[in-house]
C-alpha cells in the first residue's frame, strides 16, 4: 500500500497536463500538498489557516480512503489542485479509511467549522439523509464526487461523476466481443453497497441477460475494490469452477490485477484462456496489457479536482450548476494499449 501511495504521488506530478475531460489542460495532480489525515475522518489538511472573513473558498472534503490506484489519483487530484490555489482556497481533507461513519464524523466537523462547500465521495449509497439535512440546515451545499448517494434531490448540490451503469453496459458488449458471444465467465463486484459497484453490476448484469443469452455468469463476489481481496475471490472462483471459467469482469482494475496473478498461479494464461475486462483505466492495467496478460479496461475518470473546485466556488457565489456532471471517458483494448500507455496520466 505504502509503495503504492508512493508510487502514485510520483506519478501524480506527471499528471500535470490531465483534465477531467482528459483534453490535457495545466493543472491535476498533488506533489506532496496536504494529505495528511485523521485516522477517524475528523480532520484534517491543506493548511491555508484562514478565518471567516479571509475570503478564501472553504472547503471540506471527506474522502473514502485508499483501496485502490484509482482512488490515490482522485484524491492527489483534489489535493494537488487545492495545493495549488492557497492564496484562494481554504482547503481541510479527511480520509475515512473505508468506513462511513468516519465520513459522517467528518462532515458534521466540517459544518462545526463553517466550511462555504463540503465534498464527498460516499463509500456506500444509503445511510446519508440525516447528516446530509444537518449540513442543508447550516446552509451548506454537499458535492458529491465520484459515487452517488440515495438521497433526494434537494440534499445535495450535484454529483461529479460517471455514469456507472453505462460503464456496466460497455464492459458487457466488450466481455461478448472477446468470447463471440459465448462462454462462462466470473464477476468480481466492488464494495458492498457502493453505486460505483451496484451501477457496474446492473448495468453489466442487465446487458448479458438482455442481449447475450449464450454467456452465463457462474458467479459474483465482492472484492472491495483491493487487489488482495480480487486475487483471494479469483483464486476460490478458480478452485470451484477451474478451465470452465473464460472471462472475468471485474468492478475495478485494481481487482483484476490480483485476480490476473491468481489466474498465473493457477497455471492458466490472464487474457488468453480467461478473457479479462475491468474499470477505471489505471496504469497498471495498460502494463498488463502490453504483456497480453488483460484484455480490455473501461476508463473511469478521477482526475475530479479542478471541476469539483470550479463547482464549489459557483455554489459559493450563488450560480447554479447542473445536477449532474460527467466526465468523457473512453475504451481501451489490448490492440491498442501499447500506444495508449504513453498518455496515461494515472
Ligand atoms: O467509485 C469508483 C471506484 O472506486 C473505482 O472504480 C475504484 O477503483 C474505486 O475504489
Not at 156 to 183: C, P, Q, V
Not at 192 to 205: E, L, M, P, Q, Y
Not at 240 to 250: C, F, L, P, W
Amino acid at each position: 500500500m505504502k509503495t503504492r501511495r508512493i508510487v502514485a504521488a510520483i506519478l501524480s506530478v506527471l499528471m500535470m497536463g490531465a483534465c477531467f475531460t482528459g483534453c490535457g489542460s495545466t493543472e491535476d495532480t498533488p506533489a506532496g500538498t496536504d494529505g495528511t489525515a485523521s485516522t477517524d475522518g475528523t480532520s484534517a489538511t491543506n493548511e491555508g489557516g484562514g478565518d471567516a472573513d479571509d475570503g478564501k473558498l472553504k472547503v471540506g472534503f471527506a474522502q473514502i480512503g485508499q483501496e485502490s490506484g484509482w482512488r490515490d489519483a482522485e484524491t492527489a487530484s483534489i489535493q494537488f489542485h487545492a495545493g495549488q490555489n492557497v492564496d484562494t482556497i481554504d482547503f481541510k481533507f479527511a480520509d475515512a479509511q473505508q468506513k462511513q461513519e468516519n465520513q459522517i464524523k467528518a462532515i458534521k466537523s466540517f459544518i462545526d467549522m463553517g466550511v462555504d462547500v463540503i465534498g464527498l465521495a460516499p463509500v456506500v449509497e444509503t445511510g446519508w439523509d440525516a447528516v446530509f439535512t444537518e449540513a442543508k440546515d447550516a446552509g451548506i451545499p454537499i458535492i458529491l464526487v465520484d459515487r452517488m448517494a440515495d438521497v433526494p434531490e434537494d440534499l445535495y448540490a450535484t454529483f461529479i461523476g460517471s455514469d456507472f451503469i453505462e460503464e456496466g453496459k460497455n464492459a458487457a458488449d466488450e466481455m461478448a466481443r472477446l468470447l463471440n458471444n459465448s462462454g462462462k465467465i466470473v464477476e468480481l463486484e466492488g464494495t458492498v453497497g457502493a453505486s460505483s459497484a451496484n451501477d457496474r453490476k446492473k448495468g453489466f448484469d442487465d446487458q448479458i441477460a438482455a442481449e447475450y443469452p449464450d454467456i452465463e455468469i457462474l458467479a459474483s463476489q465482492t472484492g472491495d475494490f483491493t487487489r488482495a481481496k480480487g486475487k483471494e475471490v479469483m483464486e476460490s472462483f478458480l478452485k470451484t469452477y477451474g478451465s470452465e471459467i473464460k472471462g472475468v469482469y471485474a468492478h475495478n482494475d485494481d481487482m483484476m490485477l490480483g485476480a490476473i496473478e491468481a489466474i498465473k498461479e493457477a497455471g492458466l494464461k490472464p487474457g488468453e484462456d480467461i478473457k479479462t475486462v475491468s474499470c477505471d483505466g489505471v496504469k497498471a492495467i495498460f502494463e498488463a496489457m502490453v504483456a497480453g496478460e488483460a484484455n480490455v479496461t473501461i476508463e473511469c475518470n478521477p482526475l475530479l479536482g479542478p471541476i469539483f473546485f470550479e463547482t464549489a466556488q459557483k455554489l459559493k457565489d450563488g450560480e447554479t450548476v447542473e445536477k449532474w456532471v460527467k466526465p468523457e471517458e473512453s475504451i481501451f483494448r489490448q490492440e491498442t494499449a501499447a500506444e495508449d500507455i504513453k498518455d496515461r496520466v494515472y
